[in-house]
Nanobody, 125 residues
Framework: QVQLVESGGGLVQAGDSLRLACAGF????????AGWFRQAPGEERAFVAS????????RYAEFVKGRFTISRDNAKNTVYLQMNSLKTEDTALYYC??????????????????WGQGSKVAVSF
């Protein structure tokens, strides 16, 4: 199984930017769709963005469209989430996940079978 390790979280002010990275250690990470989810305290884990194996197909939750960009570098086995114009409501634990699908990236949490440990993002006023 591929091990996923997130990095890049931190404490920023509203309007700032952060870039999260998810490094996949092991074979096959670059062959499957990947996604980012987030979970705020007391809330369910929610879909943020997903990307197909080639990087050409992406999906976004409505609340991040125009602000966040998902990308991947398969040579580095890494998926990124560029987050711009951050808002206080973006505060959450952000998880990277690997799908078992090689097709169109999905928003469905149950389609992802491999998860990272999470990276904390805190946005203050």
């Amino acid at each position: 199984q591929v091990q996923l390790v997130e990095s890049g979280g931190g404490l920023v002010q509203a309007g700032d930017s952060l870039r999260l990275a998810c490094a996949g250690f092991g074979n096959s990470f670059s062959s499957y769709s990947a996604g980012w989810f987030r979970q705020a305290p007391g809330e369910e884990r929610a879909f943020v963005a997903s990307i197909g194996w080639s990087g050409s197909d992406t999906r976004y939750a409505e609340f991040v469209k125009g602000r966040f960009t998902i990308s991947r570098d398969n040579a580095k086995n890494t998926v990124y989430l560029q987050m711009n114009s951050l808002k206080t409501e973006d505060t959450a634990l952000y998880y990277c996940a690997q799908s078992a699908s090689t097709g169109v990236p999905t928003e469905a949490r149950e389609e992802y079978h491999n998860w990272g440990q999470g990276s904390k993002v805190a946005v203050s006023f």
